[in-house]
């Protein structure tokens, strides 16, 4: 396992698991993910699970962690798109962004 404590450079602690299986017509799937985590800096006050630049859930952080819930890896798209999760401020700026795969 890889630990945040081992990774200074990283902005968010984030956990996944593969919960479910999305089916949609023509071949399309994708991975039904839940994430968790907690941001790493100061300043963040929520999260968004976005698929090619789209949200696709956003929480408030609260305690210092947030939980989502979203499609991943789709298929069947052309392109693959994978989640990003991005770090927002109060001011709406974003403040940082991390895939599950990087």
Do not use: C
Request: aromatic share 8%; glycine share 8%.
């Amino acid at each position: 396992d890889v630990l945040a404590a081992d990774n200074p450079d990283w902005r968010i602690d984030l956990n996944d698991d593969v919960i479910g299986r999305w089916r949609g017509e023509n071949g399309r799937a994708g991975a039904v993910t839940l994430v968790w985590g907690r941001p790493l800096l100061r300043n963040a006050v929520a999260a968004t699970a976005e698929l090619d630049g789209e949200v696709v859930d956003q929480e408030e952080i609260s305690k210092d962690r947030f939980t989502l819930v979203a499609l991943d890896a789709l298929e069947g798209y052309g392109d693959e798109h994978f989640m990003q999760v991005k770090l927002w401020s109060a001011r709406a700026q974003e403040l940082a962004s991390e895939s599950l795969y990087s």
